[in-house]
């Protein structure tokens, strides 16, 4: 049995599996048939719609983990949950989807046990020996292939590196409930306040995403960019040089140290294109640079390009896009 540790969010027509959570239930599928989903209960989500887009995904039953003290996040105590319930079902391998929060818990799951943890894997496979994995190293830029001789594994998936595909004739998941027992001690750290600064879509999943850098010279000047993003239904991304002049917050950097984005396509503007930020927006399926540089790195990862200064050229799409 494989167990998945998924994330939820709120879909159009009701609460379903996070897009990497989804992406870790596919690549499950792939080691087992048998796979089995927990969730926590925050008291907020449905779990019963979580369910039906968890049978979508192949998972056979949804284990919810319920506890006053779970009603808001808290590394220590959703991973006291989860482990709570790894003791029970004691299956082979614990997946994650490798998002902050699917990294954190299952760290902490892997310390409680005292078992390996390989992060961000892209693929994986059982052998008599042990494992087989090949996951991402350096923020994107290498693959490492790594063997674990381990009984029990936890996994974390690297997010976008799996596609995540629906089982044919699906049906919902069988939804089992717990009430979990938790140590008071667990709910030293946990979210308190979630203070929203922004409204709109989120970056990891945005169709569109309009990334500024240096080449955006001000605060003021991502002011076309955000209005470019708003016309096309997405997000401001931007590169780091951006958060750390203080033009952009470090939420919206794309890159090894920020945000990976996999975009239907990504807007580069007066972005180079360092190794640093493309290791967070290669899994864009189209790239369109805007730089003045026809040598720079972005342009020549991109499917199109506009040479020229960005200052008129995005003004000049946002004006076409409103006549239109
Ligand atoms: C450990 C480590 C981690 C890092 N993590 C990240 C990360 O997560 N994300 C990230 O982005 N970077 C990261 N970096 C930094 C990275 O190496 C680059 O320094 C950074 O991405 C460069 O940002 P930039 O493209 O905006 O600036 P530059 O490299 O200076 O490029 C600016 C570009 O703008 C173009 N330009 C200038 N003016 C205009 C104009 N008017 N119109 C159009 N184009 C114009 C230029 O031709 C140039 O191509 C990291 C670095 C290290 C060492």
């Known amino acids: 049995m494989i167990v998945v540790f998924v994330e939820t969010t709120a879909g159009d027509d009701g609460d379903v599996l996070a897009g990497p959570s989804r992406q870790a239930l596919t690549l ?37 983990a ?30 994650a989807a490798g998002t902050e929060r699917g990294g954190e818990v299952l760290a902490h799951v892997a310390a409680r046990r005292d078992l390996p943890l390989v992060a961000n894997v892209t693929h994986a496979e059982a052998d008599d020996a042990g494992w087989r994995l090949q ?6 830029s290498l693959f490492e292939h790594t063997r674990l001789e381990a009984e029990r594994v936890l996994l974390t998936v690297q997010p976008h590196a799996v596609d995540a595909v629906e ?12 009430d979990v027992e938790l140590d008071d001690v667990v709910a030293r750290t946990r979210v308190v306040e979630e203070v929203v600064t922004s409204t709109g879509v989120s970056l990891a999943t ?70 640093q ?21 972005m342009v020549a990862r991109a499917d199109w390009a506009v040479v020229g200064d960005l200052h008129q050229v995005v003004p000049a799409l946002v004006a076409a896009i409103e006549a239109r």
């Open 135 to 140: 996951r991402v190293r350096w923020g994107g």
């Open 206 to 275: 945005a169709p569109v995403v309009v990334g500024g850098g240096r080449g955006v010279g001000s605060a003021e000047g991502f002011a076309d960019l955000e209005r470019l993003a708003g016309l096309l239904g997405g997000a401001v991304g931007c590169s780091r040089v951006a958060t750390n002049n203080g033009w952009r917050p470090h939420r919206d950097q794309v890159g090894q140290t920020g945000t990976a984005i996999a975009p239907t396509i990504y807007i580069a503007c007066g972005i180079s294109g360092a190794i």
């Open 28 to 64: 499950a599928r792939s080691l087992d048939d048998d796979v089995v989903a927990v969730a926590v209960d925050d008291g907020e989500v449905d779990l019963d719609e979580v369910a039906e887009d968890a049978g979508r995904y192949g998972a056979v039953q949804l284990h919810g």
């Open 167 to 178: 089982v044919v004739d699906p049906a919902a998941a069988e939804l089992v409930e717990h």
């Open 66 to 95: 319920w506890h006053d003290l779970l009603d808001r996040y808290g590394p220590e105590s959703w991973a006291a949950a989860l482990d709570g319930l790894v003791e029970e079902l004691a299956p082979g391998v614990v997946l």
């Open 277 to 297: 930020h493309w290791a967070g927006a290669k899994s864009a399926k189209h790239v369109l640079a805007i730089n003045t540089d026809a040598e720079a790195n």
